[in-house]
C-alpha cells in the first residue's frame, strides 16, 4: 500500500531533550515535506527537500533540522524542544516538485514538550 | 506570497443540507487551488484540485468546487451532507516560493447534525 508513515505517533517530552520525528514513504516520491499544525493558523511548513541532499527552510523553520540522506526517509529533528514546539506535525510527500503536484501527508505526530 | 482565507471555522448543516465552504485565496500569478480533508486523529486527503482547464472541479465523495477568477474564489460544496462528512476542510494553494508548498488557509470544521 502507497503510504507516507511517521513515528512516534503520539510523543510527550520535556524542555531540551533532544527527539527525532521519522518519516517514511514507499512511492518513490522526490519531493518531501514537513508542516505543523496548530489551532487558528492551519499547516504551516517548517522545512522541505526536493531530493536526496537537497533541502531548505519553510515557512517558519526555526528550532528545526532536517536531513534527506535517503529519498524514501526524512526525519525530523528538534536539537533542543521547547513548549512553543508543541504541535500535530504532518509530513507529505510529492512524485513531482510541480505547483500541480498532489501531496500526500502522513498521519501525523502529536508532539507535547512540557 | 499567496494566501488563502477560510470564512468560517465552524459549519453546522443538517444531514440532507447543501454543504456550502468558502475559500478566498491571494495569488499574484494563475493559482493551482487545492481541498483536504482531515477525519480525526488522521492525515490530509486531497478532496479535488484546481490547476488548469474546467473550472468546476469535480472530487471524491461527492464535492466539487468552482474557480472564479473575478471573484478569486473556490468554494467547496457538495448538495446533500451525509454524517460521515464531518471533518475540517482545508482550502489551499500552491505557493510560488521554494518547491512545492502548499499554503493553507485556517481551516472550517465541518458539522453534521442529524
Known amino acids: 500500500e502507497a503510504q507516507v508513515t511517521q513515528n512516534p505517533r503520539y510523543l510527550i517530552t520535556v524542555t531540551g531533550k533532544k527527539l527525532t520525528v521519522t518519516c517514511s514513504q514507499n512511492?518513490?516520491?522526490?519531493?518531501m515535506s514537513w508542516y505543523r499544525q496548530d489551532p487558528g493558523l492551519g499547516l504551516r511548513q517548517i522545512y522541505y527537500s526536493m531530493n536526496v541532499e537537497v533541502t531548505d527552510k519553510g515557512d517558519v523553520p526555526e528550532g528545526y533540522k532536517v536531513s534527506r540522506k535517503e529519498k524514501r526517509n526524512f526525519p525530523l529533528i528538534l536539537e533542543s524542544p521547547s513548549p512553543n514546539q508543541t504541535s500535530l506535525y504532518f509530513c507529505a510527500s510529492s512524485g513531482q516538485v510541480d505547483l500541480g503536484a498532489e501531496q500526500f501527508f502522513g498521519p501525523g505526530t502529536r508532539l507535547t514538550v512540557l | 506570497a499567496q494566501s488563502v482565507t477560510q470564512l468560517g471555522s465552524h459549519v453546522s448543516v443538517s444531514e440532507g443540507a447543501l454543504v456550502l465552504l468558502r475559500c478566498n485565496y491571494s495569488?499574484?500569478?494563475?493559482?493551482?487551488l487545492f481541498w483536504y480533508v482531515q477525519y480525526p486523529n488522521q492525515g490530509l486527503q486531497l478532496l479535488l484540485k484546481y490547476t488548469t482547464g474546467a473550472t468546476l472541479v469535480k472530487g471524491i465523495n461527492g464535492f466539487e468546487a468552482e474557480f472564479k477568477k473575478s471573484e478569486t474564489s473556490f468554494h467547496l460544496t457538495k448538495p446533500s451532507a451525509h454524517m460521515s462528512d464531518a471533518a475540517e476542510y482545508f482550502c489551499?494553494?500552491?505557493?510560488?516560493?521554494?518547491?512545492?508548498?502548499?499554503?493553507f488557509g485556517t481551516g472550517t470544521q465541518l458539522k453534521v447534525e442529524l
Open positions: 512511492m518513490n516520491h522526490e519531493y
Open positions: 495569488s499574484s500569478v494563475p493559482p493551482y
Open positions: 489551499a494553494v500552491s505557493d510560488t516560493g521554494g518547491g512545492n508548498k502548499l499554503t
